[in-house]
Each structure stands twice: as C-alpha cells, then as structure tokens.
C-alpha cells in the first residue's frame, strides 16, 4: 500500500516592526509610488537588534503543531530552510528542536534561497513516502533585513523577516503533497550572492569595508529568469501530478515582485481572485513567503476541500521549484 505525505498544520510569525513605504523615503531616495509600481510592496517587517531567526521560528512551529495537534514527542524531525541562521553552526534547526521539547529528533538547516521551502517539502515527502518518518515540521525562515545594504535603493526596498511552518504526516486528511519540481543553476548564482562572511571571502576588515556581508543582486537578470524558471517548474510539476492548468484553483508563489506573480497566474491562466497575494504587507520574505501565505490562506477561509494549490519559487543558487498540493474532501 503506497503512503501518501499531508501537510496537517500550519503556523507562521513576523515580528512586530514595521517599516513602511514613507519610512524608507527618509533613508533612500524612493518613494511609495516607485515601490508600489515596481514591486507591490506598501511595508514589511523588521526584526529588532534582539531578535533572531530561531526566535521566529521557534513560534511558527508551535503554531504548526498547535494546529495539527502535536505533542513535542510526536515530532520526528524539523528542517529549517534558510540564509540567515542565528549562526553558521549550531543549526537553527536544532536551536528550535532543544526549546520547543522535542528531545533528540533529527534537526538540519538547508539553504536553497527563496526556494527553500519547495525544497523542504519535496524532502519530507521523499522521508513520509519511504517509510523513514511519520511525522516531520518543515519551516522557511529568514530575516533578511539582517544582510540588507540600507544603502542601496534598488534592494533595501525589497525585503522582510518573517517565518512559516508545516506539520507533514503520513496520515490525513490534509494537503496531499503531488508532483513537484526543482532545480538550480549555479552559474548564475553570482547575480543574487551575499559575497562576504564565507570560506571564498572569511570576514575582514576589508570584506565589511567593501559591503560585502549583504545581498547583492542583479534584479534585471533575476527578474527575466524567474519569470520563466517559475512557469516552466508549475507546468512540469503539473505533468508530473497529471493535473491540467484548468483544474487548479489557486497559486500560492513566492512573493517576490507583483510583476512575477503576475506573469506566473498568467502561464497557468488563472483569475486574480485565484492567486494569493500577501506581498504588500511582507514584502520579499524569501523562504518564509510561501509558508506564510498558505498558512494566511487556510485560516481565512481562501483554501477549502476540494482545492488544488500550485505553489511555485524561484532564489538564490541559481535556484527554482514547484510542488501541486491537493486539499481532498
């Protein structure tokens, strides 16, 4: 008998800073009309010098078991897709599992950009399907406010912190997790790069004299390659779950730029009404972006049984993917 992977709670947490549109005018020269049309975006979220990922984490993944009703002792796993863990080593993972009560669970970060959490899930249905694991938390999480160069106007205008977290069972009801897709190529991963900090540039006075512990992206490149890497991992993830464009219902992407999001509903062929949207109060939130909008979506109602979800990334590696979700009656 084959074993199918639901996601059977979801959680998520920002922090309660808020930086708006008219707040970054006095810090860059921008408006809130450039930003809304280039991008979507009206805030985000900050976190304060205090607070860190794990922080985020750490309640987004009470509320995912809260929802799917798990005792620490029920959890398996956690894996934790992000760029910004509190620390190189140990993981954020881990940080979480030791404060939350989860015992000696297997706990790893991953990173894969923005497409983190596409990642994620694709791993806990290959751990749901094969047996290795009944019950697993993915999160996306990241505050990339932390590596933002509040001096350069063309990114600083782009992100937020934020987290989301998904219980993953073996057994239902829930969202089945269908098709997916993924991939990566690192030849372009020099245009989306945080160049400093690592074994190729270990911080020194002249890797922080130079910026280079903050994002840097070539957002003309990125743009072009999202937008088609995006459609052709929603049409291939489709192929794969032998669900046809017509019958989805709606798309949860990446929340990166309203103009990528557009173009993704429009390969799909999708009404407004049938892609969730959330990119003008978080702006680009990078893993956490998914997370938090399927958690926003199911608990205001917008997913109901039956639905068929698409939910499409693309980030930092060069990386992409997508993964078909089916809420069954």
Known sequence: MSRNAYIVGTGHKVPDGVLTNADLEKIV????????????IKE???????????DLVAVAVEKAMKDAG??????????VGTVTPDYCFPSTAALVADRLGLGTVPAYDFEAGCTAFIYGLVQAK?????????????????????????????????????AGAVAVSSEGPGGRLGGWHWGSDGSLGKHLIQPGGGARRPASHETV??????????GSRIFKHAVRAMRDSCMKALEKDGTEKKDVDLLI??????????????????????????????????????????????RDGTISTPNTVVLAAFGA??????????WDE
């Open 29 to 40: 020269d921008t408006t809130d009309e450039w930003i809304t049309t280039r991008t979507g």
């Open 44 to 54: 985000r979220r900050k976190t304060d010098d205090d607070t860190a990922t794990s």
């Open 70 to 79: 798990w005792k620490p002792e029920d959890v398996q796993g956690i894996i």
């Open 126 to 162: 290959a751990f749901i399907e094969s047996g290795m694991m009944d019950r697993i938390i993915v999160v996306g999480a990241d505050c990339l406010t932390k590596i933002t160069n509040w001096n350069d106007r063309t990114s600083c205008i782009l992100f937020g912190d934020g």
């Open 209 to 218: 004299d130079l910026i280079e512990h903050t994002i840097h992206m070539d």
């Open 253 to 298: 992407s990446h929340q990166a730029n309203l103009r990528i999001i557009d173009a993704t509903a429009r390969a799909l062929e999708l009404k407004p009404e049938q892609v969730y949207i959330n990119i003008q109060k978080y702006g680009n939130t990078s893993a956490a972006s998914i997370p938090m909008a399927l958690d926003e979506a199911m």
């Open 317 to 326: 590696g060069l990386t992409w993917g997508g993964m078909i979700l089916h």
